[in-house]
């Protein structure tokens, strides 16, 4: 096992879940993400415009469109503009969101875990005073405009670390703005990618916080419990 060459830059957030049977589970009709706060996307709006840009269906703050595979809604956009936020809670039904559009709100900071697994999340607006999730090191541009901050343009983080710091037996994948995850190879099955993943995990957490040690543990025990012999 190579962790311990692995050019880690301390700026980065690194979650390392070891996806074997992942089944995201999603309900059209209850969306509540799209209700967090009254009214709906204005038709003018940034997310308005992308909205009828890309043919989808405004729902509430939520921009909703089928996609190719038909019957089921997905959020491609979310527009939570001017919704009296002091922080921002669990937005993981819109992980899907290619545009999300959190300006005029008084949130002071944002966790890097709270756009976990967003991978299409390609423009993000926020409070000037918060700062784009995983750092500078995640996004192509980033701006300043009339009070808000723009994030633009996922960075992949597999490029940054050369995907070194995946275990052998699994690959490296987006998993999110400053985000990375490892997912077992196809030929390797259930417990055999754990296994071969005897990883030293504290060794590669070691320069993160507490908080993120914790943080991928649970998820490391989530998936290890979904996680089925096959
Ligand atoms: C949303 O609208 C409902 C009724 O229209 C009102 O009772 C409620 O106070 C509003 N909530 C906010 C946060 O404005
Ligand atoms: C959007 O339209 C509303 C009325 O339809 C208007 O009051 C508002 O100024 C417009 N906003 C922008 C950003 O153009
Ligand atoms: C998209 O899904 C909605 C219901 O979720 C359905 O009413 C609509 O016909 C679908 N549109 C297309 C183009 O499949
Ligand atoms: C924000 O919302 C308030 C009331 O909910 C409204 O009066 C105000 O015009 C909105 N501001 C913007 C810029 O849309
Ligand atoms: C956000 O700031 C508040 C204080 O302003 C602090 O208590 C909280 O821990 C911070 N949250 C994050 C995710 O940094
Ligand atoms: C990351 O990899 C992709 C394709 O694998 C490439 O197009 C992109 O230019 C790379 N980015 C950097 C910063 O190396």
Known sequence: MKAGSCQL??????VLVFK????????????????LCNGTVLSNSTVGLFCSSSAGRIGGRCCLNNGT??????ITGLD??????A??????????????????????NISDFSFQGFIEL????????????????????IEEKKGNRFCEGQNSMCNQT?????PENSQCAPFGPGLFECSCADNYHGYKCLREGEFPVLQVFGPLSASTVVISFVLWFTQRRMAKPL
């Open 9 to 14: 830059n301390p700026a980065l957030i690194i």
């Open 20 to 35: 074997l049977c992942f089944y995201g589970v999603s309900n059209s009709s209850e969306l509540q993400v799209c209700k």
């Open 69 to 74: 595979s038909g019957d089921t809604d997905r």
């Open 80 to 85: 939570l503009s001017n919704c009296s936020l």
């Open 87 to 108: 922080q921002v809670g669990n937005l993981q039904e819109a992980s899907t969101a290619t545009i999300i559009d959190l300006s005029l709100n008084p949130i002071d």
């Open 122 to 141: 390609d423009y993000l607006i926020l409070p000037v005073k918060v700062l784009c999730p995983g750092g500078a090191i995640s996004w192509k541009k």
């Open 162 to 166: 050369r995907q070194m710091c995946c």
